[in-house]
T-cell receptor, first 117, second 113 residues
Framework: GAVVSQHPSWVICKSGTSVKIECRSLDFQATTMFWYRQFPKQSLMLMATSNEGSKATYEQGVEKDKFLINHASLTLSTLTVTSAHPEDSSFYIC?????????????FGPGTRLTVL | DAKTTQPPSMDCAEGRAANLPCNHSTISGNEYVYWYRQIHSQGPQYIIHGLKNNETNEMASLIITEDRKSSTLILPHATLRDTAVYYCIVRVGGGNAGNMLTFGGGTRLMVKP
């Protein structure tokens, strides 16, 4: 079946550095992808909607200049956490709609665990 | 999208059926009920969805009450690998626009030997 991959699966970085996370749809095209963030023992929170060929749509309270999203092709979206700080440490998950599904079916990536020291 | 209410946690014996309830009393006529699960430190996995009829697939069955104000996800023979957080999500179905999912707290299902 369709698969969504993420790279890297985990990353540790120093405070102030930038980190790029890739989300790929492996055998289908995705004009839209979604980025979620999940803190320990909490639910997933939608951060932004990534749109191929246009600007991302950010949820209220998410800083667009800090979390840069680029949907470079129909199979790749990237999330760059700029000037990361310890409070950005979280589990970042992307998803893409199932092209054969009826709207609410999403394929989720395995997640990227970011730890900022 | 309609708000859902789920118990925060449930236990189930291995091999027995796990019945996970969800309340969605404010559901609208064009909203579907979706179920996802998230095994620890992994991305969520789609399980099943339905509008008003009961649905069954290789993973689970979904029972939706006639008034659509609540539903139950049934795992017929729970295994240890079914230990996960189960999310009930109500959203408008169809089309690609606005495919975002809003996750609530979910139910943490613990399957015990």
């Amino acid at each position: 079946g369709a698969v969504v991959s993420q790279h890297p699966s985990w990353v540790i970085c120093k405070s102030g550095t930038s980190v790029k996370i890739e989300c790929r749809s492996l055998d289908f095209q995705a004009t839209t992808m979604f980025w979620y963030r999940q803190f320990p023992k909490q639910s997933l929170m939608l951060m932004a909607t990534s749109n191929e060929g246009s600007k991302a749509t950010y949820e209220q309270g998410v800083e667009k200049d800090k979390f840069l999203i680029n949907h470079a092709s129909l199979t790749l979206s990237t999330l760059t956490v700029t000037s990361a700080h310890p409070e950005d440490s979280s589990f970042y998950i992307c998803s893409a709609p199932n092209p054969a599904g009826g709207g609410g079916e999403q394929f989720f990536g395995p997640g990227t665990r970011l730890t900022v020291l | 999208d309609a708000k859902t209410t789920q118990p925060p946690s449930m236990d189930c014996a291995e091999g027995r059926a796990a019945n996970l309830p969800c309340n969605h009393s404010t559901i609208s006529g064009n909203e579907y009920v979706y179920w996802y699960r998230q095994i620890h430190s992994q991305g969520p996995q789609y399980i099943i969805h339905g509008l008003k009829n009961n649905e069954t697939n290789e993973m689970a069955s979904l029972i939706i009450t006639e008034d659509r104000k609540s539903s139950t996800l049934i795992l017929p023979h729970a295994t240890l690998r079914d230990t996960a957080v189960y999310y009930c999500i109500v959203r408008v179905g169809g089309g690609n626009a606005g495919n975002m999912l809003t996750f609530g707290g979910g139910t943490r299902l613990m399957v015990k030997p």
